[in-house]
């Protein structure tokens, strides 16, 4: 951290054409970087598993009104006792895991590869890059990137957010190196700092997390996904920049795993002795929606 300078704003300015993927794998191309996850990559991730160890990296989805409507229907069918439940999700957002879809976010009114935002999203649905191209799910090798763990504090700090030098770090210290096509893991420490921090608010309060030029990082390792528990820094401390490292949608084409729990799998890493895994996720199949609730796997 302490030699690291943040690029300056002209430097961002240039982010969206040096680091664009719009046109790579065609025009048409609705995919994105998910497109690197080759069939011969998933095949070399599934050698990864070796004992047969699965991790969750999914977040609990409980009982939480701000989140959601939760309503039990207790109901007796003759002999037999039966309930139901419904869930209202809203699940973009810093409480439930998901994968985002690349209508999510879009830049200059265009999403990724250059069709309107204001055209293509409607009440019926998304008419490009909604969630539904990711049905079959991202399967490929994951590493863990664990950054908290470096971090005095134990957790990424307001003011003080993840760097490129730092995922570099991370990667050393854990033995791996990133590849085209992988998904990496970040874990940020977001469990602890909101322990630490018991009236922080998402949305109000200044958020923790990747700087903005994580995104370089993204474009040189052409990793497939992030996987990650703080997501953004904010504020994002650059002038007509109001979404940071989300920007890897509309600008990488980037699939982002969003809310995920590293943690259970920081402990699995240093149980298993090795920081690589096989990485699957998988949303539901919500047709034509800017993303999903998924369920995240890593299997050793």
Known sequence: MADWTPPAQGRVE???????NWGRWGDGDQVGTVNLITAARRARAQALVRTGRTVSLARDIGPQPALMYHVTFPSKRERNDVVLDRFDLVYHGFSITHIDALCHVAWDGSLYNGRP???SLTAAGATWCPIDPLFDGITTRGVLLDVAAARPEGFVTVGKPVTPKELDAAAA??????EPGDVVVVRS???????AHPDWVPRVSPHPGLHLSCLEWFREKDIAAISW????ER???YAGFGMGVHLA???LGLALVDNTNPERLARACAEEGRYEFMFTATPIRLVGSTGAPAH????F
């Open 249 to 251: 949608i509309p600008f």
């Open 14 to 20: 240039g982010y969206f054409k040096e680091l664009n």
């Open 229 to 232: 528990d703080m997501m953004d």
């Open 117 to 119: 935002f204001a055209e």
């Open 189 to 195: 420490g977001d469990e602890a700092f909101r322990r």
């Open 296 to 299: 995240p796997l890593a299997i």
């Open 173 to 178: 210290r854990a033995g791996v190196k990133v």
């Open 235 to 237: 504020p994002i401390g």
